[in-house]
């Protein structure tokens, strides 16, 4: 059997650290919290009793946030705090932002089908969610994480999947 190249040697390494769906599930979490605080003060400066204007600028700011996030070297706050990372499928580098802005537009459409998109990840290999298969990316970890982080990522998780 011939050795991998670097190329294939780095994909296969970046295939056996797929973040869990615990951590992803809880990196979603973090991130929308922080996309309803920042609705309610969009809601507050744009001053309108308009329900349209405040839901479409509101969906326009999380896929900006998702978006800006995604790109480069950055992370949504729920990432960073997790430990993850959004890459491209094929290249296994940093998304583009159309890429992070299509990957915004996924988490829209699972919002508005009750995170059913979401479920893909329990099913599929690769850990793929609607987000994922629309732009084309994978979730994987960007760090080792300690025995107490896995047991609390493992309780919120599962916490947080049951509650639902």
Request: contains cysteine.
């Given at each position: 059997?011939?050795p991998?190249t670097?190329e294939e ?16 599930a ?5 991130d ?9 003060l969009?809601?507050?400066a ?13 969906i326009?700011a999380?896929?900006l946030?998702?978006?800006i ?5 950055l992370?949504?706050?729920?990432k960073?705090?997790l430990?993850?990372?959004?890459i491209?499928?094929?290249t296994k ?5 159309a890429?992070?802005?299509i ?6 459409i ?7 998109g ?10 793929l ?15 080792q ?8 990522i ?11």
């Amino acid at each position: 059997m011939e050795p991998l190249t670097q190329e294939e040697q780095t994909q296969k390494n970046v295939s056996e650290n797929l973040a869990s769906v615990f951590e992803r599930a809880i990196a979603f979490v973090i991130d929308f919290m922080l996309w309803a605080v920042v609705s309610s003060l969009i809601f507050k400066a744009i001053n309108t009793s308009n329900t349209t204007v405040y839901l479409f600028c509101s969906i326009f700011a999380f896929v900006l946030y998702v978006a800006i996030f995604s790109t480069d070297n950055l992370k949504t706050l729920g990432k960073f705090l997790l430990g993850i990372k959004v890459i491209d499928r094929k290249t296994k580098q940093n998304l583009t932002f159309a890429k992070a802005c299509i990957r915004g537009v996924g988490y829209i459409i699972n919002f508005f089908t009750a995170f059913i998109g979401f479920a893909f990840v329990i099913f599929s290999k690769k850990r793929l969610a609607l987000e994922d298969l629309l732009a084309g990316t994978e979730v994987i970890c960007t760090r080792q994480k300690t025995g107490a982080e896995m047991t609390l990522i493992s309780l919120f998780g599962t916490l947080l999947i049951i509650g639902g």
